[in-house]
T-cell receptor
């Protein structure tokens, strides 16, 4: 079974600065998908960024980028130019590529606070 | 374009009671997945419905059951409620089983007293 670990329960960053959230995972599969989801106080999970394991290039979405280290099973999220609206819980998630096994396995989350 | 909707928003029940939560998927989606998120935890997968069948199930007891209707909407039923069932229940919809992005609803907050 796959597991996802987020070792930082809370992080804080000054507005306009850069912050990195950590995530490690364990799997025996060679191909898979990794995600970062954001959950603001409104509770609705929003997809921030996704990475396919077979792609060596790190995914980027505007101010959000990942550092995907397949051998180390590490998948960190970097947020550049932090904004007040980035304050939320951030969850790392894993998904198998196999049809019929599309469940998401989540970590325990990191609460990000933005300091004005 | 309406996203994923869930009802009710909040619910308070007593131990031993039964509850039904509802989810309407995003337009064009045919797959619904349910997750339980306890306070301070990440979501845990309950089950997924596709083509009106339960096609994958997480580590939850049989007290948790579901249904998917021909219009792709879904219900989650929980019988014999326990205090530990208090959580945020999230519904996510996707197309053809969830190989693409899963879109989440705002959740239903269930409190069991």
């Amino acid at each position: 079974a796959q597991t996802v670990t987020q070792s930082q329960p809370e992080m804080s960053v000054q507005e306009a600065e850069t912050v990195t959230l950590s995530c490690t995972y364990d799997t025996s599969e060679s191909d898979y998908y990794l995600f970062w989801y954001k959950q603001p106080p409104s509770r609705q999970m929003i997809l921030v960024i996704r990475q396919e394991a077979y792609k060596q290039q790190n995914a980027t979405e505007n101010r959000f980028s990942v550092n995907f280290q397949k051998a180390a099973k590490s998948f960190s999220l970097k947020i550049s130019d932090s904004q007040l609206g980035d304050a939320a819980m951030y969850f790392c998630a894993y998904r198998s590529p196999n049809f019929g096994n599309e469940k998401l396995t989540f970590g325990t989350g990191t609460r990000l606070t933005i300091i004005p | 374009d309406a996203g994923v909707t869930q009802s009710p928003t909040h619910l308070i029940k007593t131990r031993g009671q039964q509850v039904t939560l509802r989810c309407s998927p995003k337009s064009g989606h045919d797959t619904v997945s349910w997750y339980q998120q306890a306070l301070g935890q990440g979501p845990q997968f309950i089950f997924q419905y596709y083509e009106e069948e339960e096609r994958q199930r997480g580590n939850f007891p049989d007290r948790f059951s579901g249904h998917q209707f021909p219009n792709y909407s879904s219900e989650l039923n929980v019988n014999a409620l326990l205090l530990g069932d208090s959580a945020l229940y999230l519904c996510a919809s996707s197309f053809k089983g969830g190989r693409d992005e899963q879109f989440f609803g705002p959740g239903t907050r269930l409190t069991v007293l």
